[in-house]
């Protein structure tokens, strides 16, 4: 951990008793928690290098997390928000070796799961991310800069998918032949999605944009949700997105990776993750929002399945993959979810 620790000394000069270990999971930053021994006192922090292949700008993505961290915490906002800690030149980020970093104060007496438990913890994460975008409501969307520009351009997650078609290795082909003539034979589904997106009839707001379960932290004593993390994906686009890839993420049973069908989808906690939403934001959602709430996991799971495919068939340049055919179980995983989806 030679590298990590004289990146910590850009954040802080004068520290000599640091632990540094790995956290894995993320599928696209690397990350390490610090721990900082003082005469004083003991902190901890998080250390993440910035994936730049996929976040080419990482200036904009410490911008935009002081920009909303700053406005809800001017909003009253009840819990705790990201903070990033400044270089001793008072950057946010440091250039190490080629590499982006970056330090946050990691939040206390937390835990983050994988998959939810049970009905009563889907509602209170629908109604921890529904009040969030609630204190979210009147910021200005002039502050918040694009990081991943196309990033929720229905339409161009399709163009890559047949571009990646034609560019596949053969023995790629063959082995995702069946996840591929699945995703051809249901092409048609994001289509409304993509007339909704030109037309602007949804409401334009700030989401998260990968509020996935494993980006909200739980307090260790009450097991209540405590915050929402990962805010690099911060951008300007419909609350749809947001709710859909809570679906996603929330009424999956099972690991990412895993193919097996069986039991993969729970519909009570659709149901209880859908109740917890709506008693947070029904009072400002549009009409046209409502309306297509039901429609809006379909589209997420479908683009998402879409996106693991394609990158397998790239060569697995955009996913973290700890396994030869990662990407392609992934790509299983979404189908079977949203088989049962689409029977709610």
Not at 266 to 288: I, M, P, Q, S
């Amino acid at each position: 951990m030679k590298n990590q620790f004289q990146i910590i000394q850009a954040f802080f000069p004068h520290a000599k008793e640091v632990t540094i270990e790995p956290i894995l999971g993320g599928l696209i930053n690397t990350t390490f928690s610090v721990q900082i021994q003082n005469e004083q006192q003991c902190s901890n922090y998080i250390l993440q290098q910035i994936n730049t292949a996929v976040f080419q700008n990482p200036k904009t993505i410490q911008a935009n997390i002081t920009v909303v961290s700053n406005f809800l915490k001017s909003k009253k906002y009840p819990h705790p928000v990201l903070e990033l800690c400044p270089t001793v030149e008072g950057e946010t980020e440091t250039v190490y070796d080629g590499g982006t970093w970056r330090l946050l104060a990691q939040i206390e007496n937390s835990y983050t799961i994988n998959v939810v438990q049970n009905t009563e913890q889907a509602h209170a994460i629908g109604a921890f991310f529904g009040q969030f975008y609630t204190f979210l409501n009147g910021i200005d969307l002039h502050q918040i800069q694009a990081v991943l520009p196309h990033f929720l351009d229905t339409k161009s997650r399709l163009v890559a998918f047949e571009l990646a078609l034609q560019s596949a290795n053969s023995s790629r082909l063959i082995e995702a032949n069946e996840s591929i003539q699945w995703m051809v034979k249901h092409l048609d589904l994001p289509q409304k999605w993509i007339q909704l997106q030109e037309q602007k009839e949804l409401s334009v707001r700030l989401i998260h944009a990968d509020p996935k379960i494993s980006n909200v932290l739980f307090d260790s004593v009450t097991h209540q949700p405590k915050a929402i993390i990962d805010w690099d994906t911060l951008m300007q686009g419909t609350i749809l997105y947001d709710y859909g890839d809570m679906i996603r993420s929330y009424t999956n049973t099972k690991p990412e990776d895993d193919p097996n069908p069986e039991g993969v989808f729970n519909a009570d906690l659709y149901r209880a993750l859908t109740d917890g939403f709506l008693t947070e934001t029904r009072a400002f959602l549009t009409k046209v929002e409502l309306e297509n709430l039901p429609y809006a996991p379909q589209v997420i799971i479908y683009i998402q399945a879409l996106r693991f495919l394609t990158d397998y068939l790239n060569g697995d340049v955009y996913y973290q993959c700890s396994y030869p055919k990662q990407n392609l179980n992934r790509t299983k995983n979404q189908i079977n979810l949203l088989k049962n989806i689409l029977k709610v």
